[in-house]
């Protein structure tokens, strides 16, 4: 039975959408129409896009795509040069946009700072010179260990300015994690900081910091910038303040140019086993393409002030000061978490900052809702005329939560997904088409993505792999210094095409929706699903907060399912409860798939993105080895899948 729609567009919301711009520049009138002719046409479509978003580049590109090398190798913009730092803030500066605020902080202790174009401009110069003192100089790599700060926004642009390429890593990574992306990039240099509070709570970065270089021999020089003021450990001939570094330094730094498939950063993303994977992302790749996703699918503009709930470690976090930067508009940094000192704290930061698009995963939305939707009405959100999703698929019940409680039912969600290898997203909603819950609208346009069956042919109503079957600007240029290990994740199952590693299913109306990992994906006699489906089923009884499920070997159905269960506070577990869930899912799934076993847990392992780590569960649960665990955000929860119930 076909989902109704929960949101339809307006003729004002619909007029004044980028994306109508855009369409009108091109000549098209439908968004089939852009979607389609996007990835028939890559040439005339990204040209206009380039054109449509003010794109500056110092050398002209002769063309928009190279696929000689085949479409896992794509060379864009040939011939073609720009600097990632020059569009964010020089360009504006140039249109006289210099006392815009381009990013105001809020850190976790309620202090707050406001830069404008022309302070981050004076900062970033500032830091680009200090950085090239110190030696780092093109193609250098500078590792970025930082708090959500303006400092993190500085280093990341200063970096790539004299065309160093940056590491970021999450500020709550334990020594080793960070060391291992020190040592694979061969990092010349690590920026971090002294500390920086968390939840109210010391986190010692700097120590941390200190341990991850002592193993990480090619980093000679340590940038500390002084978030808290506290003594720390000091090594007078490696380590220097950032304060004292940019003292007396020149804040004019011209921008490096460098082609447009130059590499700006080097971020990693976990696999299921070994080493984290290093995305190599291009100063014109990674910049078109977080502009691109956020005027057309988020509808941010000059004027608009842009809230992600991240971390400088994730994707979102880089994407989130690329976007608001490219745009003209106000990033909002926020070094906090949702709760805390109050429940209220999202829902002021939202007043206090007038966001106007803000951006969540369901796994936050789903930890807010047991403190009562009267901290979200308590506060004045007429600001916000869009809301945004990442992370993960999301249940019923958080969506309506949040659509009717921040939204008042009346401000879409836009839903968004994709990956640090794409540099974005593969499937988004739109501000001038309707939206079912949970859903998509579909592809985004310029990449042609398609639900592939076992035999890799386009499969509709049933679940699939996610793929894309064209190359886009933004798509990782391999794996740092491992081309065979890019080609073997996501080129190596159907020729020509990336396996995004996503189930997928398209609607009888084709609104799409994310099922999970393909990696975690349930087989039970026979029938394939995502486990998004079943906890979406646990979610909804209303002593259920959240829930991981899993499939184990099982003799005669290959796999049964295994849940494991959050409850809300005031629900104390127990049997009767457990055989209410296990009916619970056969009843709605069907008997089949009944699950074998219904465990009450802590805590579920998850990423500092929300994404909860099924692999991590299913190996814990089997008593075998995890693999790599360090974008965990609560370790401790690993603990709790193994005492489980």
Not at 132 to 157: N, Y
Not at 195 to 211: N, P, S, W
Not at 614 to 628: C, F, N, Q, S
Request: net charge neutral; glycine share 10%.
């Amino acid at each position: 039975m076909s989902e109704p729609i929960v949101w339809r567009p307006t003729p004002e919301v619909i007029e004044r959408a980028r994306i109508t711009r855009l369409m009108r520049r091109l000549g098209v009138s439908t968004l089939a129409e852009l979607q389609r002719r996007s990835v028939d046409d890559p040439e005339w479509y990204w040209r206009g896009v380039v054109e449509d978003l003010g794109i500056r580049f110092t050398t002209p590109f002769s063309r928009v795509l190279d696929a000689t090398r085949g479409p896992a190798w794509p060379r864009w913009f040939p011939g073609g040069r720009l600097n990632f730092t020059d569009n964010c803030l020089d360009r504006h500066l140039d249109a006289g946009r210099g006392d815009t605020p381009a990013i105001v902080w809020e850190g976790d202790d309620g202090s707050t700072r406001t830069l404008t174009y022309n302070e981050l401009a004076a900062e970033v110069g500032r830091l680009a010179n200090a950085l090239t003192a110190l030696g780092v100089g093109a193609g250098d790599r500078v590792g970025i260990f930082l708090p959500m700060s303006p400092e993190a926004a500085i280093a990341t642009l200063a970096v790539v300015r004299i065309g160093a390429i940056y590491t970021p890593c999450f500020s709550g990574f334990g020594a080793q994690a960070v060391a291992s992306r020190l040592q694979d990039s061969e990092a010349k240099v690590l920026i971090t900081a002294d500390g920086f509070q968390r939840r109210g709570q010391l986190v010692t970065l700097k120590e941390t910091a200190d341990e991850a270089v002592a193993a990480s021999p090619s980093v000679k020089r340590v940038v500390v910038y002084r978030r808290l003021g506290r003594d720390v450990p000091w090594r007078a001939a490696r380590d220097v303040w950032w304060h004292d570094a940019v003292a007396g330094v020149s804040s004019t730094c011209p921008a490096r140019d460098v082609e447009a498939d130059y590499p700006c950063l080097i971020i990693y993303t976990s696999g299921t086993t070994g080493k984290p994977k290093g995305a190599v992302l291009t100063h014109a790749g990674f910049l078109l393409k977080a502009a691109h996703d956020f005027a057309y699918c988020h509808d941010v503009g000059e004027g608009d002030r842009l809230f992600w709930l991240t971390d400088l470690g994730w994707l979102m976090g880089p994407m989130l000061i690329t976007a608001a930067l490219s745009q003209g508009a106000t990033a909002v940094i926020f070094e906090g978490v949702p709760d805390y000192p109050k429940p209220d704290r999202l829902w002021a930061l939202v007043e206090r900052h007038r966001i106007s698009v803000m951006g969540l995963s369901p796994t936050a939305v789903r930890a807010l809702m047991p403190h009562g939707p009267e901290h979200v009405h308590a506060h004045d959100l007429s600001s916000l005329r869009m809301l945004g999703s990442t992370g993960e698929p999301w249940n019923p019940e958080p969506y309506r939560w949040l659509f009717e409680n921040a939204g008042k039912a009346q401000i879409p969600i836009s839903n968004y997904t994709g990956g640090t290898e794409i540099s974005g997203g593969i499937l988004g909603c739109f501000p001038i088409a309707p939206i079912k819950a949970c859903s998509f609208t579909g592809p985004i346009p310029g990449m042609a993505a398609e639900v592939f069956d076992e035999a890799g042919r386009p499969v509709r109503g049933a679940v699939g792999e996610l793929v894309v079957t064209k190359p886009w600007p933004g798509m990782t240029a391999g794996f740092w210094r491992d081309p065979a290990r890019y080609e073997e994740t996501y080129w190596s199952r159907w020729k020509d095409g990336w396996v995004h590693g996503d189930w997928a299913t398209i609607d009888d109306d084709g609104f799409w929706y994310i099922q999970g990992r393909s990696d975690d994906t349930l087989k039970i006699a026979g029938k394939r699903l995502g486990p998004a489906e079943v906890e979406s089923v646990l979610v909804g009884h209303p002593a259920v907060a959240e829930s991981g499920v899993i499939g184990v070997p099982h003799e005669v159905k290959g796999e049964s399912i295994v849940c494991f269960v959050v409850l809300r506070p005031g629900h104390e577990p127990g049997e009767p409860l457990r055989r209410e869930l296990v009916e619970r899912v056969a009843a709605s799934m069907g008997k089949a798939l009944k699950p074998e076993k219904v465990l009450f847990t802590r805590d579920l392992p998850k990423t500092r993105s929300a994404k909860i780590m099924r692999r991590v569960i299913r190996a814990t649960y089997l008593g075998k080895e995890p693999g790599d665990l360090s974008s965990l955000e609560n370790p401790a929860a690993v603990k709790a899948v193994a005492e489980a119930r």
